[in-house]
């Protein structure tokens, strides 16, 4: 039996493939651990409470950080995910010479309605591994989040389940209080 190994993708070959159009917007794809993985399609539960939940943190956000929604992040050397929040530091110039990196990120989101073990378990470990310090996981289906901190070597040392009627402080601004319920519809 012939044996064949998985090729692995870096982030500048993934980015060659973009600027070769081998790889389109239409195409739907993130770099995950060296994969070109498909992106779910999104149901109206997903897309809305990523929308509310955007519009939320926005607002309370707003001179303090610089949120992005759906859109890629570089975690080198193998890694370009699109989150669908990712709360990181202003850059006056919006970011156009290069996506945010781990040392720009102070808070990822995902937000699943069928995706929930991917994203505790390989979005959690890239995330980790590169050292986001925190990274919510928003359940629709539940009505609650993971709060996933200290970035260990596999993945988070510390998860905490917090229902719609809790608050929470992301760690970089802890004087900003998160009402959950209000990223819920």
């Known amino acids: 039996m012939t044996t064949t190994e998985l090729r692995l993708w870096t982030v500048d070959e993934y980015h060659r493939m973009m600027e070769a159009e081998i790889l389109t917007t239409e195409d739907r794809v993130e770099l995950i651990?060296?994969?070109?993985i498909q992106m779910s399609p999104q149901q109206p539960p997903h897309a809305a409470t990523t929308q509310r939940t955007f519009n939320y943190l926005n607002h309370l956000l707003v001179g303090i950080a610089f949120l992005r929604m759906q859109l890629p992040i570089t975690l080198y050397p193998n890694s370009?995910?699109?989150p669908d929040i990712a709360v990181v530091r202003i850059n006056p110039r919006e970011y156009i010479d290069?996506?945010?990196?781990?040392?720009?990120?102070?808070?990822?989101i995902e937000v699943a309605d069928r995706t929930l073990n991917s994203d505790r378990t390989s979005k959690a470990r890239i995330y980790a591994q590169a050292k986001i310090p925190e990274y919510w996981i928003v359940d629709v289906n539940v009505?609650?989040?993971y709060v996933l901190r200290e970035p260990g070597e596999e993945?988070?040392?510390?998860?905490t389940i917090v229902g719609e009627d809790a608050k929470l402080s992301p760690l970089a601004f802890p004087e900003i209080e998160v009402e959950v319920s209000q990223m819920f519809l």
Request: charged fraction near 25%; charge should be negative.
């Open 80 to 82: 370009e995910p699109e």
């Open 98 to 108: 290069g996506h945010p990196t781990a040392d720009d990120i102070f808070l990822l």
């Open 33 to 36: 651990e060296g994969q070109i």
């Open 155 to 159: 993945t988070y040392q510390q998860e």
């Open 143 to 145: 009505r609650q989040i």
